[in-house]
């Protein structure tokens, strides 16, 4: 069922030679190509009688843990720098909530209570985030989808780039794995979390006329809510798909994080959405087994994805689970959910599942799950 060959996965370089190249790929990409009719299978959604969903309208979960993020309604912001100063208490370090590569994050209360998270770029950075996001900042502006970060708003005056998103709570999804909060995500909320990235992701995938690429999918962009439920956050790295109809890919200098980037991205620096597909299959051996994607300090294998199907081919499936994770989980969805994952990481673009696919896979894996199936 599945043809992985071994050495594919070491993502050991995030140098590409060919970024400079301008060759075209005609490869055909189904997801970019707009086609309405895969997109309308969809609605046919198979979820044991309850609503059916779609990728697009996430339907009742079964899970008592899943209490669903509130629909709430965001304005967007028009903030000045001056009332992101006031609001920051002038970049205090008592408001900072989180420190990247390329920007603080600091918390801040907008007088009616609501809770914003502000992004400050840092000064080294501006030039380059600033090129990078200002075209794509009104268009994910306007995206509103329960499992995806809001963007608020976002002001580029006065030698400053900063963005402006809702809140969320709950720390990251890497943090949990790590149990930095005491209590380990049980198989239930795991899985809920997976189909809530699956959801954001294919979401942009097929956002209106254009294909959104995430391109920095990995568990240390995934917000968590108070309940549990998962957001992806971080789009700082996102890129609009191709707008040509006969353009399957973009090219781009290769960005991402180790582990997560994609082999053929790396290869030949086409990304398409099938990229975001490689991360997420990743990200769900990351959710299974807790482990991150590379572990230098493991004597065993380090890198995640070849350890883990080494242990499937063995039939040593069950070793891959997190070993915090108590519950009893059922053979077949173990082996579901691991075949899953692998097959998002495959090594070929044309080997991976589109994110509905995914999406609908979960569901069908969440069914057998709540019924017990062994
Ligand atoms: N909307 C938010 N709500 C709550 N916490 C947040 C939010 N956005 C970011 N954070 C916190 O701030 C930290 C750093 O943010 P983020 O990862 O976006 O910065 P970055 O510079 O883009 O990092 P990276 O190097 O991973 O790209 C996150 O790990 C998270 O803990
Ligand atoms: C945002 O605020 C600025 C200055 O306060 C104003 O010039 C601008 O028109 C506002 N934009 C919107 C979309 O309201
Ligand atoms: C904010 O802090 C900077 C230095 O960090 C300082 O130069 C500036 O005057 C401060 N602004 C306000 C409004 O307090
Ligand atoms: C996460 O949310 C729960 C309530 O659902 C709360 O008890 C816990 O303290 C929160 N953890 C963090 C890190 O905010």
């Known amino acids: 069922m599945l043809s992985v060959s071994e050495g594919f996965w070491l993502c050991c370089s995030l140098v590409c030679p060919c970024c400079s190249s301008k060759s075209k790929d005609t490869s055909e990409d189904p997801v970019l190509s707009g086609d309405s009719t895969l997109l309308n299978s969809l609605e046919v959604g198979s979820n044991s009688g309850r609503t059916p969903g779609t990728p697009y309208r996430v339907p009742p979960s079964p899970s008592r843990f899943s209490l669903s993020p509130q629909p709430n ?8 720098l001056n009332e992101i100063i006031k609001l920051t208490r002038n970049f205090s370090s008592t408001q900072v909530i989180g420190k990247g590569d390329f920007a603080t994050v600091y918390k801040a209360e907008l007088h009616g209570g609501q809770l914003i998270a502000i992004k400050r770029a840092k000064k080294e950075h501006i030039a380059t985030i600033h090129a990078e996001f200002k075209n794509e900042v009104e268009l994910l502006a306007r995206i509103e989808h329960r499992n995806l970060v809001r963007l608020l708003g976002y002001t580029d005056k006065g ?4 963005i402006i998103t809702e809140y969320v709570p709950n720390g990251t999804l890497r943090e949990h794995l790590d149990g930095k909060y005491g209590k ?39 917000l968590l809510t108070e309940g549990f439920r998962a957001k ?40 398409t959405v099938r990229s975001d597909v490689f991360s997420f299959g990743i990200l769900l051996l990351e959710i299974l087994s807790a482990r991150g994607p590379v572990d230098i300090k493991r004597s065993d294998e380090r890198i995640t994805v070849r350890w883990a199907f080494n242990k499937y081919k063995e039939g040593n499936e ?14 077949l969805v173990v082996k579901k959910i691991l075949a899953l994952a692998f097959k998002c990481a495959a090594p070929t673009r044309k080997d991976r599942p589109a994110m509905r696919e995914v999406v609908e896979q979960l569901w069908g894996i969440r069914k057998d799950y709540t019924s017990g199936s062994s």
Request: aromatic letters at 8%.
């Open 73 to 80: 309604k965001l304005e967007p912001l028009n903030l000045s």
């Open 159 to 162: 030698n400053e780039f900063i």
């Open 184 to 222: 380990i995500l049980d198989f239930s909320q795991r899985l809920e979390i997976a189909i809530d990235v699956a959801h954001g992701l294919t979401y942009l995938h097929h956002y209106a006329e254009k294909s959104i690429i995430h391109r920095d999918v990995k568990s240390s962009n995934i």
């Open 232 to 271: 992806v956050a971080d789009f700082g790295f996102a890129r609009t798909g191709p707008m040509e109809a006969d353009q399957t890919h973009i090219q781009t200098k290769v960005k991402g994080t180790v582990g997560y980037v994609d082999p053929e991205y790396l290869k030949t620096c086409k990304l």
């Open 318 to 331: 069950r070793q891959i689970l997190d070993p915090q994770m108590h519950e009893v989980v059922a053979d």
